[in-house]
């Protein structure tokens, strides 16, 4: 009896003793470092991850500011910038578009990307989930208007009671309707719910004169300015707004990078060339008067315009006008986005037809006019095929980019307004 009293006694003051307790703890420890281990290793991972792949993936909305198919290349300023970042890591780059921002980072938390390469605005809400990186850009919204125009250009918000405002839904008209409010009213305002026409065709009309005002990020404006010298993008009508690139929470290695990147680039010759193609140097050509409408003379280039003209069945004047579009019959002319000479032939174009960018076959007037004079079917074989854009034919306007059109960007067929300049030829 008093052995088993004893016993009893002994095992209360075993379960009683902090030592067991204490041991038990720091297995549950050990256990649980064991068990985080993996996804530790898996966050920390996920740049080499990318490297193992050997690609990554961006993702980006179609915009004259992000990315868009340009005579069958791919351009765009965040494009650009994805791709030399992409370099930077050793892999290749795969853009994949969204339709909004919202799809965007959909996408991105799907896993369907690894990068949203778009000025992406910086919000507490978007802050939960995400990571952002790279450069901070600071944008605010504008007012879009003419500079030559009937009226002088607006200089302060007030001026905007009464006036005409067309605007896309969405952050634009949002802000427009809060000024309205804070002005006690009179701005007409115009949603413009047609989807087949953007923001940046809005800015189109207000440049052609069909519409009086608009409302853009002061970025895409100055994009634009480009391409229209007269438009007026001084009136800002919004506080700034942050924005950046982003990843998902679970890629810090990947978001350390980028901002790595950045701040070693933002003045390298690569990041200065494309910040000046896109949002300094001009789109326009300036066009000067052709040689003699009386004497039949177009161009000094007539006599290649005949003789090339019948191999696509085209009149020799038609022809012409292409190259008067293009170029202004400058042999020596270089685009913005690298088409050269009289036919404004796109590098990969020229190279497929036998010139060497790099030399001055280019632009020599007969091979220049050459690859546009192919015949027919052959040309509808290059063009009609689904392969990516970069199989493309050439700048000089015959061909389709199979996938997107610029929106600032136009692709000429034919430019019906040089024609007119030639038409007392055909009387």
Sequence with gaps: MNSLFSFARHKSSIINSPVPIILLLLLCCIAGCRGGHPAEKEEAD?????????????????SSTSYFIYRGQDMGFQYELSEQFAKSLGVKLRIEVARNVHELIEKLQAGKGDLIAYNLPITKEWKDSLLYCGEEVITHQVIVQRNNGCTKP????????????????????????????????GIHIHKVTNDSISAED?????????????????????????????????LSISFDQRASWAVRKDCPQLAAAANKWHEENMTSPAYTASMKRYFEIGKAIPHSPILSLREGKISHYDDLFKKYAPKIDWDWRLLASLAYTESNFDSTAV???GARGLMQLMPATARAMGCCCNSTQIVRAPRAITPIATPRSAFLRSTSSDSPPRNATSSAGISIP???VPPRTPVFMVNTCAPRRFSSLYR
Aim: charge should be negative; hydrophobic fraction near 35%.
């Design 46 to 62: 996920d740049l080499q991850q990318i490297k193992d792949s050997g690609e990554l993936v961006v993702l980006t909305l179609y």
């Design 335 to 337: 685009s913005w986005a």
């Design 402 to 404: 199979n996938r997107f």
């Design 154 to 185: 607006l200089k302060d918000v007030t001026e905007l009671i009464g006036k005409d405002v067309y605007v896309k839904p969405g952050k634009y008209y949002e802000r427009l309707v809060n000024l309205d409010e804070e002005l006690g009213g």
């Design 202 to 234: 809005l800015i189109t009309q207000v440049a052609q004169g069909k519409i009086p005002y608009t409302v853009a990020d002061n970025d895409v404006a100055q994009l634009n300015t480009t391409y229209y010298p007269n438009l007026n993008i001084g």
